[in-house]
């Protein structure tokens, strides 16, 4: 199977910065899309950013001009750099990734990190 990892998270004062790390493991062939969730307390999970296997990039309109994601294709690993941070970014921060294997086409999930903004 495939086991993704996050790391990153923390307690950050409004308009600091962290950079969130999801390394995927496992049976892959290839990696697909990546992309980073959030959940705040209360909410359902929602859309932060996506990222293709080419380097395409799509973001929510709340984080635009703030929030970056990238990948290392040969590290199948995905980053997320949040800047600017404001207490509504506060939540349980996900990755997943879309993933050829023995098993066929798959989206694994990493087990979540937390971000708190407050001061």
């Known amino acids: 199977q495939v086991q993704l990892v996050e790391s990153g998270g923390g307690l950050v004062q409004p308009g600091g910065s962290l950079r969130l790390s999801c390394a995927a493991s496992?049976?892959?062939?290839?990696?697909?899309?990546m992309g980073w969730y959030r959940q705040a307390p209360g909410k359902e999970r929602d859309l932060v950013a996506t990222?293709?296997?080419?380097?395409?990039?799509n973001y929510t309109e709340s984080v635009k001009g703030r929030f970056t994601i990238s990948r290392d294709n040969a590290k199948n690993t995905v980053y997320l750099q949040l800047n600017s941070l404001v207490p509504e970014d506060t939540a349980v921060y996900y990755c997943?990734?879309?993933?050829?294997?023995?098993?066929?086409?798959?989206?694994?999930w990493g087990q979540g990190t937390q971000v708190t903004v407050s001061s």
């Open positions: 997943n990734a879309g993933v050829y294997n023995a098993y066929g086409k798959n989206t694994y």
């Open positions: 496992g049976s892959i062939f290839v990696i697909t899309t």
């Open positions: 990222i293709t296997r080419g380097g395409n990039t």
